[in-house]
């Protein structure tokens, strides 16, 4: 007992010693980290429901209508949730980074206005329409204000993935005096490096979505309601999540290759290569002293020529390794540590990548056990496995974000601002930590709220048939939960 009294003094006395920066990155990686449990699984249900409902308008058969009404309740769960959690990270840029606002504002704040301005506009005026318009707008009206809905969330992520792209890359500005202005819009909103991040993440939306439809179309394959139902729906989301799974995995290579240009010590670190080698070889598995910027590994088993093939399409391609960068960077930048943490780097790096494979695997399998016609409800055993596969591309999301935004530390811009030199210097430390501690208790809540009315929904199940011909102006009640 004494022993867990000194680890919780200890715990208590860093907390206390932590700075203003530290706490306003702790806050700002919480929020961020959290928020974007919400965002794949919107902007894939949005694609999922439209495409339930066209299914409908197609076919006229009423098992799509059902399906797209009780599908429907699940992402307008998570929608709400989503945009109740980002509100929330616009804010912390006045709050605590207030230094990089002024900075970056120019540049920054251009993206960001086009998706609360267009894009947010967008998706939540015909997602109102869609909620309420069962029963007043016609079938071919109603149907388009979905299709736009999941336009309006693919608009937004793209748009705020510019931003966070310029972060990584910054282009397309001049620095003016003690801050940057925007000289193309173009190279902001069109770059590499931003279209193979636009690209990645839709990929990722998808192959989260289609891995939550699969997980309750198993729910209830495995108590044997609405067969005919979710027969169909778990078929569809095994194909969803085997083109998603494919696309995730060719575009995190070229990604990779850019970043490789673009970014080289946060792919350095990724394979925890410390010289730079002509070829280099891959690293499959590396253990390093446990240090927060280790020099060395201790253990790393390799495959020769794997990276320089991967980050350069050359048998023989030279890459850059840590300590030539760190050197490169001391010269050009001036005195100070530029590596990212390696381990962090190293295995959310394996952590993206293993999932990616595995999800591809794993639909591969479900598609293969549904062949001939065959019902998936006969392999009851790959169903329950759906609960767990349930949770990777969660998984998959954070890793690739903790991966993205901290290796690209200590910069907050690359190679522009430091993240030390943009947070709000008037903040305190007990400010900071409250806010923080408010945030966590407040989120907690919400947590717990999410999961119960996702339990809710889905154990209620679709609601009753509405018979078997739906007119065309048949009056409908609005979908709300």
């Given at each position: 007992m004494?022993?867990?009294?000194?680890?919780?003094?200890?715990?208590?006395?860093?907390?206390?010693?932590?700075?203003?920066?530290?706490?306003?990155?702790?806050?700002?990686?919480?929020?961020?980290?959290?928020?974007?449990?919400?965002?794949?699984?919107?902007?894939?249900?949005?694609?999922?429901?439209?495409?339930?409902?066209t299914l409908w308008h197609v076919s006229g058969k009423e098992r799509y209508l059902r399906m797209t009404r009780f599908f429907g309740k699940l992402f307008l769960i998570n929608f709400a949730?989503?945009?109740?959690?980002?509100?929330?990270?616009?804010?912390?840029?006045?709050?605590?980074?207030?230094?990089?606002?002024?900075?970056?504002?120019?540049?920054?704040?251009?993206?960001?206005?086009?998706?609360?301005?267009?894009?947010?506009?967008?998706?939540s005026t015909f997602l109102g329409l869609w909620i309420f318009g069962w029963d007043r707008l016609r079938r071919g009206v109603h149907l388009a204000t979905i299709w736009l809905v999941a336009l309006g969330t693919t608009a937004s992520a793209y748009f705020i993935l510019a931003a966070n792209s310029w972060m990584q890359h910054p282009v397309g500005y001049a620095k003016v005096g003690n801050h940057a202005e925007m000289t193309s819009?173009?190279?902001?909103?069109?770059?590499?490096?931003?279209?193979?991040?636009?690209?990645?993440?839709?990929?990722?939306?998808?192959?989260?979505?289609?891995?939550?439809?699969?997980?309750?179309?198993?729910?209830?394959?495995?108590?044997?309601?609405?067969v005919e139902l979710f027969r169909s729906s778990a078929r569809g989301a095994l194909m969803v999540t085997l083109g998603a799974s494919l696309l995730v995995i060719v575009v995190g290579h070229f990604q990779g290759q850019i970043l490789t240009r673009e970014q080289p010590m946060k792919m350095a670190a990724a394979e925890a290569l410390y010289e730079t080698s002509q070829p280099a070889p891959l690293s499959l598995f590396a253990v390093g002293p446990w240090a927060k910027h280790?020099?060395?590994t201790n253990v790393d088993i390799v495959l020769p020529h794997g990276l320089s093939l991967l980050a350069t399409s050359s048998w023989n391609g030279k890459v850059?390794?840590?300590?030539?960068?760190?050197?490169?960077?001391?010269?050009?930048?001036?005195?100070?540590?530029?590596?990212p943490i390696i381990g962090t780097e190293y295995w959310t790096w394996r952590i993206m990548i293993g999932i990616g494979f595995l999800a591809f695997l794993f639909s591969g399998l479900g598609l293969w056990l549904v062949r001939g016609g065959r019902g998936l409800e006969r392999s009851r055993r790959f169903l329950r496995w759906t609960y767990v596969f349930l949770a990777l591309p969660f998984l998959a999301n954070t890793a690739g974000w903790l991966f993205t935004e901290m290796g690209r530390q200590p910069w907050i811009v690359q190679g522009l601002l430091l993240t030390r030199n943009a947070v709000t210097p008037t903040n305190s430390a007990f400010a900071v930590g409250l806010?923080?501690?408010?945030?966590?208790?407040?989120?907690?809540?919400?947590?717990?709220?999410?999961?119960?009315?996702?339990?809710r929904a889905v154990?209620?199940?679709?609601?009753?048939?509405?018979?078997?011909?739906?007119?065309?102006?048949?009056?409908?009640?609005p979908l709300v939960y």
């Open positions: 004494l022993h867990g009294c000194g680890r919780w003094q200890r715990f208590a006395v860093a907390v206390i010693a932590s700075t203003a920066l530290d706490l306003a990155r702790w806050q700002f990686a919480v929020t961020t980290v959290y928020h974007f449990l919400f965002v794949p699984v919107t902007i894939g249900m949005a694609w999922f429901v439209a495409g339930m409902q949730l989503g945009v109740v959690t980002g509100i929330v990270q616009e804010f912390q840029f006045g709050m605590n980074w207030s230094a990089y606002s002024r900075y970056v504002g120019d540049v920054f704040g251009a993206p960001l206005a086009i998706e609360g301005l267009a894009a947010f506009f967008l998706e819009l173009e190279q902001v909103f069109f770059q590499s490096l931003q279209i193979t991040h636009f690209f990645h993440t839709i990929a990722a939306a998808l192959l989260t979505a289609g891995a939550l439809v699969l997980a309750v179309s198993a729910y209830w394959l495995l108590r044997g309601r609405d280790p020099n060395r850059e390794g840590i300590d030539q960068i760190q050197a490169r960077y001391v010269k050009e930048y001036g005195p100070g540590d530029y590596t806010t923080l501690g408010v945030f966590a208790a407040l989120y907690g809540v919400l947590a717990g709220v999410e999961g119960w009315l996702m339990v154990q209620h199940g679709p609601d009753e048939e509405y018979g078997v011909e739906i007119p065309e102006d048949a009056a409908l009640p």
